[in-house]
């Protein structure tokens, strides 16, 4: 595995990390079991991904207790990142949130708390800001972190900040939607703000997979992406055969050579091996600029805020709840 400084930190993260949606058993499918994404968690970790991401909506809290229950063997190796829902981002409620997050992740200390959409209009963004550097201050989370911030709320975020400066932004970006590079991932770079790339293979879309066959897909449009992108697929394929990997791989690739960090979703061991492994393939400057062409449409469009920031708190939550969690 190789690795990296997390933003201006000091913490050595690997290149690539393990997305833990899939881990909460509730949208992505049936096909799966608890088991298979135990294992598939633990074999990633045996490859050296010490970046776990998870969120207390994903399965309402289930995705963290599973990690939880790997906590005991390998705390010492994971670097834990979850995230609080924008609906419990007020300043009263983070503090609520953490202590249930930290009580399922069965840690003392939550590595990176980061703030899963921003809150809605009637949130104070700069008291949030503050509320998070005191959970900093009194030891309940190390490092803070952001998710599906837009430049303008991510810098209010920031200037309100006065102890400890935000680490991540955790942003949807992948060879089918790049709309990051047009201006909030430039400025992360310049501040040394680690992207943290959500969704990294388009829900699989990145994979070759066609059909719409579970929840998480059918409730974001990138997977459809796929059909309008034969060419940059046949590329992906052609690089693949070059490298003797597959097709996702050469996707993780591409996103690691732009300096982001991808968390694919793991279900299964086989899965979390063949991510783990992307970490190894270094694509050539040629490569990248085929692949930057052949993606070049999908640079277009705006940063999708995710949930509107006009739902009061109270509705985003009740909605969510309902749904049992995502
Ligand atoms: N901050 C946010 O708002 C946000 C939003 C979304 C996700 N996330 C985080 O980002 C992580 C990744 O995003 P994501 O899960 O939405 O999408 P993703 O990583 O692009 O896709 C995950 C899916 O890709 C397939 N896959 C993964 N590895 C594969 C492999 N080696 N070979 C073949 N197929 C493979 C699996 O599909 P099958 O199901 O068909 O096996 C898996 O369920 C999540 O787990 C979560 O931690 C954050």
């Known amino acids: 595995m190789k690795y990296k400084e997390l933003g201006k930190t000091g913490e050595k993260i690997s290149v690539i990390g393990l997305g833990a949606w899939q881990a909460g058993l509730k949208s992505w499918g049936k096909d799966y079991t608890l088991e ?13 991904i010490n970046l776990i991401d998870t969120a207390e909506i994903y399965g309402n809290g289930r995705s963290e207790s599973v990690i939880g229950s790997l ?17 419990n981002a007020t300043p009263r409620g983070v503090w609520k949130a953490a202590e249930r997050s930290r009580r399922r992740l069965k ?30 201050d009194k030891g309940v989370i190390r490092y803070i972190g952001l998710s599906n911030f ?3 709320n991510m810098m209010r975020f920031r200037e309100a900040l006065r102890r400890h400066d935000i680490v991540s932004n955790q942003l949807q970006y992948n060879l ?13 770079m ?19 997979k066609t059909k719409a066959d ?23 394929r052609e690089i693949a055969e070059k490298h003797r990997c597959k097709m996702h791989q050469v996707a993780l690739a591409w996103l690691i050579s732009k300096g982001a960090i991808p968390i694919p979703g793991v279900k299964r061991p086989s899965q979390a091996k063949e991510n783990a492994e992307a970490a190894n393939i270094t694509l050539t400057k040629t490569e990248i600029e085929q692949l930057d062409k052949a993606s070049e449409k999908f640079t277009e469009g705006s940063l999708g ?7 009061p708190n109270w509705l985003q939550k009740i909605a969510i709840i309902l749904m049992g969690g995502v």
Request: proline letters at 5%.
């Open 305 to 311: 805020e995710l949930m509107p920031r006009i739902i």
């Open 71 to 87: 906590v005991a063997e390998y705390r010492d190796r994971v670097f834990i990142a979850t995230k609080v829902a924008g609906y």
């Open 36 to 48: 298979d994404v135990l294992k598939a968690l633990e074999t990633g970790i045996e490859m050296g």
């Open 107 to 136: 840690v003392e200390v939550i590595d990176l708390y980061q703030v899963h959409w921003p809150p809605s209009i009637y949130t104070s963004i700069p008291k949030l800001a503050r509320e998070m550097e005191r959970l900093v």
């Open 214 to 236: 579970n929840i998480a897909r059918r409730m974001d449009a990138v997977f459809d992406r796929a059909r309008r992108a034969n060419n940059l697929l046949n590329l992906l």
């Open 176 to 188: 089918l939607y790049r709309v990051v590079e047009k201006e909030i991932y430039p400025y992360m």
């Open 150 to 152: 837009g430049l303008k």
């Open 190 to 208: 310049s501040e040394k703000i680690e992207l943290i790339a959500w969704s990294p293979i388009a829900k699989g879309a990145l994979a070759g």
